[in-house]
């Protein structure tokens, strides 16, 4: 079965902390991607990831940077936390999207990160 | 701004009734709609999805419709069970090269038994 593992379920971390967040899925997944999901503001996309090294910025990526040095691993790094960044971070991988019924996300459990 | 909307932010449904969750979306340029669920302390599950070259699909319960010209999709769960209560999202993307997926903001769904 599919599986996209995330490192931490609950992070409390304090505001200036460098704070990292793994994901890892099983699949041989090309694409990976970070979000985070706030109330009444839905998933919003913070990287991407569609080949190792390789990232592009999505809508919300300040105060964030990834690392992606193998293909089932996709870093989300918080170089200095900060109150605003208390969120769900949720990580998600998918197929090259190549054709019908082949693009759709699986996503990990999600961490829950308090920044206090 | 949001280029997929999920206007109504929950929905409360008998047991047995149809559940009818809408989407509406602004760019043209999407071409594949998905839908997830989240339950609390979990990460959405993929549901059902539609092409663009299709109006209807169906999988057991759950129904999505695509109205192109309205650029409005809509979700129907019939009959709704306490089980799905969740929230449920929607997306869209292209398929023509970019990767990025556009996700509304979420309907809080509550089957009441």
């Known amino acids: 079965d599919v599986k996209v593992t995330q490192s931490s379920r609950y992070l409390v971390k304090r505001t200036g902390e460098k704070v990292f967040l793994e994901c890892v899925q099983d699949m041989d997944h090309e694409n990976m991607f970070w979000y985070r999901q706030d109330p009444g503001l839905g998933l919003r996309l913070i990287y991407f990831?569609?080949?190792?090294?390789?990232?592009e910025k999505g809508d919300i990526p300040e105060g964030y940077s990834v690392s992606r040095e193998k293909k089932e691993r996709f870093s989300l790094i918080l170089e200095s936390a900060s109150t605003n960044q208390t969120s769900m971070y949720l990580c998600?991988?998918?197929?090259?999207?190549?054709?019908?019924?082949?693009?759709?996300?699986?996503f990990g459990p999600g961490t829950r990160l308090t920044v206090l | 701004d949001q280029q997929v909307k999920q206007n109504s932010p929950s929905l409360s449904v008998q047991e047995g009734r149809i559940s009818i969750l809408n989407c509406d979306y602004t760019?043209?340029?999407?071409?594949?709609f998905l839908w997830y669920k989240k339950y609390p302390a979990e990460g959405p599950t993929f549901l059902i999805s539609i092409s663009s070259i299709k109006d209807k699909n169906e999988d057991g319960r759950f129904t999505v419709f695509l109205n192109k010209s309205a650029k409005h999709l809509s979700l129907h769960i019939v009959p709704s069970q306490p089980g799905d209560s969740a929230v449920y999202f929607c997306a869209a993307t292209g398929l023509s090269g970019t990767y990025k997926y556009i996700f509304g903001t979420g309907t809080r769904l509550k089957v009441l038994a």
């Open positions: 990831s569609y080949d190792v090294k390789m990232k």
């Open positions: 760019n043209s340029m999407f071409d594949y």
């Open positions: 998600a991988s998918s197929l090259i999207a190549a054709g019908q019924g082949r693009v759709r996300q699986f």
